[in-house]
Structure formats: structure tokens, C-alpha cells
């Protein structure tokens, strides 16, 4: 089993930046991919961003390519997102996953998942 401990949401004005940590724990192993989903009041969940296993290739939704940026301390089993220019559309649920090897586009490419941490951007 794989537990992912989510960090770093909060309220923020817009214009703003956060950073989020994920860290893994548990039976982690590096070879895996993680990434971010989240999930706005009222809309679907969407895929925010992945990176491939030790800190590889990554992938972002159109909507925040230039302002959010995914990395990976291998060592430390950590993903971050780093988001930059928030935007009252970016307030939602943020959640970390954790499986597969690709950085897949779908909830379904991972096999773990965090329990969240909130992002509220005030205009």
C-alpha cells in the first residue's frame, strides 16, 4: 500500500502562488509516475499535470501549461506543483496520485490517491 500526504493549499488572492507537496509513503517505489488532479465545486474532476518516474518527462492540461510547474524529489518520494498567477478559476480540491508509469490523463492511470488539499483563489 501507498500513502500520499497532501500539503501546502490555502487561501490566496489571485495573482498569487502556492505550492503543493505530495509525499509518498509506504511500498513506493520510484519508477512510478504521480501527478495532480482537481476538482472544482460543480464541475468534473480534471487532470492538472504528471511526471514520469525519477522525475522524467511531464505532462500539463492546456489550461495551466506557463503558470503550473510539476517536479519530483525522487529521494524523498515527493512530487510538487508549483502554481504561479492563480486565478479564481483555479480554486478546487487538489489531489495527488501515485501509479502507472506513463503520467497518464486519467484517474485510472494511477493506483493511489490523496484525500486532497484545498486551493481558494479570492478575486
Known amino acids: 500500500q501507498v500513502q500520499l500526504a497532501e500539503s501546502g493549499g490555502g487561501l490566496v488572492q489571485a495573482g498569487g502562488s502556492l505550492r503543493l507537496s505530495c509525499a509518498a509513503s509506504?511500498?513506493?517505489?520510484?519508477?512510478?509516475?504521480m501527478g495532480w488532479f482537481r476538482q472544482a465545486p460543480e464541475k468534473e474532476r480534471e487532470f492538472v499535470a504528471g511526471i514520469r518516474k525519477n522525475g522524467g518527462s511531464t505532462s500539463y492540461a492546456d489550461s495551466v501549461k506557463g503558470r503550473f510547474t510539476i517536479s519530483r524529489d525522487v529521494a524523498k518520494n515527493t512530487v510538487y506543483l508549483q502554481i504561479n498567477n492563480l486565478k479564481p478559476e483555479d480554486t478546487a480540491v487538489y489531489y495527488c496520485v501515485y501509479g502507472g508509469v506513463g503520467a497518464g490523463k486519467s484517474w485510472s492511470d494511477y493506483n493511489y490517491w490523496g484525500q486532497g488539499t484545498q486551493v481558494t483563489v479570492s478575486s
Open positions: 509506504g511500498r513506493t517505489w520510484s519508477n512510478y509516475a
